[in-house]
């Protein structure tokens, strides 16, 4: 197990210590669990009463904290064991702490090992890695230090950069082209078929497949989650652009392009031909329609449900997506809109009884 002193955890993170610079470490965790030897993280001053009931030996806290809660200015006067690593920007100060104590993944060794099945030939650079089981199709090329682990499987001709890594049962199919230093998580399956298919021409006919053609362009430093799945083009190519990360559970249909430093959560879902810009970023469950294009730097909320064009630089949320301002007077709204009615029954049931008192010749002159 590691272990890290406060001030090489100091250093690291480039924090200001406030406490004892030779104490130890071995791990990190959250504030309610983190006992006297891990570090832990508070970034938001509503935390404060946790962050001052927690065992952890040291808590990475953003500067200015103290302003919010004085008591912070003079830690040692409040809590004596707890250290704190004073930061600019926590979030990222406790990513290279976590880093630090972070527990190597097993690889396949270097080299093709006797149950893999690489094609005779396939072309594989210097240091590859091919685990049991897994499969290099014919003329795959496969750049220096590409890790396949077991049962990961590349269709003929694809094309894999330097240092990619795929994890287990991860599929691509021929001719998929996927860059230098990506990661690619386990069940993923690149360049299936994108979903074509032209209707029957009379009811209870059969529909016909449309030959999806063309490919999928993945590239460099591209990470795809677990069981994502990235369609190939009907023709021409389906691009996932550099530095894009996808989580877990996603769809990209045919024809999509995805612009670079884009970050998509769990179970989103793209449909066809759909262009979306650079540094997108789109919430878990939200949905984007076809043959749409969306601009450079937008935000999509989750469970979001996007049916028409949108600029760059916009925040959506809801389903229609609309702007996110907008969107939440609209929810406001919509929450009202049950004691309102009761409202309405209570107005009309008085304006009802008062007609009923009205008398015959009131109800004649209008009175």
Excluded at 41 to 66: H, I, M, Q, S, W
Excluded at 113 to 126: I, S
Excluded at 310 to 333: D, I, M, N, Q, S
Aim: aromatic content about 4%; overall charge neutral.
């Amino acid at each position: 197990m590691a272990q890290h002193t406060l001030s090489e955890l100091a250093q690291v993170a480039g924090a200001l210590l406030q406490g004892d610079p030779s104490r130890t470490v071995d791990g990190t965790a959250a504030l309610g669990d983190a006992g006297p030897s891990h570090v832990t993280f508070c970034v938001d001053a509503k935390y404060v009463d946790a962050l001052l009931a927690t065992r952890a030996a040291a808590a990475v806290v953003p500067r200015g904290l103290e302003l919010v809660r004085p008591e912070l200015a003079r830690p040692e006067l409040v809590r004596p064991d707890l250290a704190l690593l004073v930061s600019d920007d926590p979030n990222r100060a406790f990513t290279k702490v976590c880093a630090l104590f972070a527990t190597e993944r097993p690889r396949p060794d270097v080299g093709v090992h006797p149950r893999a099945a690489v094609a005779g030939d396939a072309v594989l650079g210097a240091g590859c890695a091919i685990g049991e089981l897994a499969v290099v199709g014919s003329r795959a090329r496969l750049g220096a230090g590409v890790v396949l682990h077991p049962g990961a499987v590349i269709g003929p001709g694809c094309v894999i950069g330097e240092g990619t890594e795929i994890h287990p049962i991860a599929v691509l199919y021929a001719g998929v082209e996927l860059g230098a230093r990506c990661l690619v998580h386990a069940g993923a399956v690149l360049g299936a078929d994108g979903f074509g298919f032209e209707p029957p021409r009379r009811l209870g006919e059969p529909w016909t497949k449309i030959p999806q053609s063309g490919t999928v362009v993945v590239e460099d430093e591209v990470e795809i989650g677990a069981n994502t799945t990235i369609d190939r083009a009907r023709f021409g190519i389906t691009r996932i652009g550099r530095g894009t990360k996808l989580d877990n559970l996603i769809h990209i249909a045919h024809n999509c392009e995805i612009g670079a430093g884009s970050m998509f959560a769990a179970q989103v879902g793209v449909a066809g031909s759909t262009r979306i810009g650079r540094s997108a970023m789109i919430g878990g469950q939200a949905g984007i329609g076809g043959h749409l294009v969306l601009g450079d730097g937008l935000r999509i909320g989750g469970q979001s449900g996007v049916i028409g064009e949108v600029p760059g630089g916009v925040e959506l949320f809801g389903t229609p997506a609309r702007p996110k301002r907008e969107a939440l007077k609209h929810f406001a709204a919509v929450e009202r809109l049950p004691k309102l009615l009761e409202r309405i029954a209570e107005l009309e049931a008085r304006l009802a009884a008062l007609e009923r008192e009205r008398t015959p010749t009131q109800k004649e002159h209008g009175a």
